[in-house]
C-alpha cells in the first residue's frame, strides 16, 4: 500500500551533458491519470518531442511531485558511472521520503542492484513501458535534459549538441575531431571521447584540441524540486 515512487534516468550513452534521473509520486486523482494514458505516456524514447512535452504540461499543471538530480560531464570519472548513477537513484529516494509525499513501492528502470532495501525497492527491466510513474519519471527527465541541450548548443555551435543531445552521432564525433572537445560539457573519460581524441591528435599532433570558446554552462547535482501535490499513487501497469 501506499504511493508508488517511479525513477528513470536519461543521458547515461551520451558523449555529452549530464546524466539525469528523475522520480515521480503521481497525484491519486483518475482524471489526471486517464489524460496521461490518453496523452500517450510511456518509455521517453518511444515518443516524440510533441507528446513528452505534452506529458511533462499535464505532470507540472497538475502537481505531480517529481524531484531531479543531476551528475554533470566533468564529474564523471572512468569506471564509477554505475555508482555515480546509484548516487542520484538515493538523492532522487531521500527527496521523496523527506521532502514529498512519501511512498510505499519504489519501482526502478533496470536490472542493476541500486543498493537499495529490497521489501520496498523493485528493479525491472523496460519499467518505463510497464509503470505508468516509470514513464513520467522518464519523460521529466528527458524534457528537462533535452532543454539543458539545447541551452548548451546556443552557447557551443557547430556540434549538433540541440538534435543530437550529446549523443554520438556521426555529425557529432565528426566535430569532435574538428572542432575538439568542449571542458566541461563532453565526457572526457568516455572510452570513444578518449579514442576520437587519440585519432586526432595523431592526424594533426601540433593541434590542441580543446575548444575554449565559451565557458560551459554549470549543473547543480540536484537542480530541481516540484512543490508537493499531495499524497499520491501511480499506477503500476
Not at 44 to 57: A, D, L, M
Not at 89 to 104: D, S, T
Not at 199 to 209: D, F, I, M, N, Q
Not at 218 to 230: A, E
Request: aromatic letters at 4%.
Amino acid at each position: 500500500p501506499g504511493p508508488v515512487l517511479g525513477i528513470d534516468e536519461v543521458g547515461l550513452g551520451s558523449l555529452a551533458g549530464p546524466i539525469t534521473v528523475c522520480g515521480v509520486v503521481l497525484p491519486d486523482d483518475r482524471v489526471t491519470i486517464k489524460m496521461l494514458e490518453v496523452a500517450g505516456a510511456r518509455d521517453s524514447k518511444k515518443i516524440g518531442e510533441f507528446t513528452r512535452e505534452t506529458v511533462y504540461g499535464i505532470l507540472v499543471n497538475n502537481h505531480a511531485w517529481h524531484h531531479i538530480a543531476e551528475m554533470p560531464a566533468d564529474a564523471y570519472k572512468k569506471g564509477n558511472m554505475g555508482r555515480l548513477v546509484q548516487d542520484l537513484m538515493h538523492q532522487v529516494v531521500w527527496a521523496a521520503e523527506n521532502r514529498g509525499p512519501g511512498f510505499g513501492t519504489c519501482i526502478i528502470d533496470g536490472t542493476q542492484d541500486r543498493d537499495l532495501p529490497t521489501e520496498r525497492f523493485r528493479t525491472i527491466a523496460k519499467a518505463d513501458d510497464l509503470s505508468l510513474s516509470v514513464a513520467c519519471a522518464s519523460i521529466i527527465a528527458k524534457v528537462h535534459r533535452d532543454r539543458h541541450m539545447c541551452e548548451v548548443a546556443r552557447a557551443h555551435p557547430g556540434y549538433g549538441l540541440a538534435s543530437n543531445k550529446g549523443y554520438g552521432t556521426p555529425t557529432h564525433i565528426k566535430a569532435i575531431k574538428d572542432k575538439g572537445i568542449i571542458p566541461g560539457v563532453h565526457r572526457q573519460e568516455i572510452k570513444l571521447v578518449a579514442k576520437i581524441l587519440n585519432e586526432s591528435r595523431a592526424s594533426s599532433p601540433g593541434e590542441v584540441h580543446a575548444s575554449s570558446e565559451r565557458r560551459p554552462l554549470r549543473l547543480s547535482r540536484v537542480t530541481s524540486i516540484s512543490p508537493p501535490g499531495g499524497r499520491g499513487s501511480g499506477r503500476f501497469h
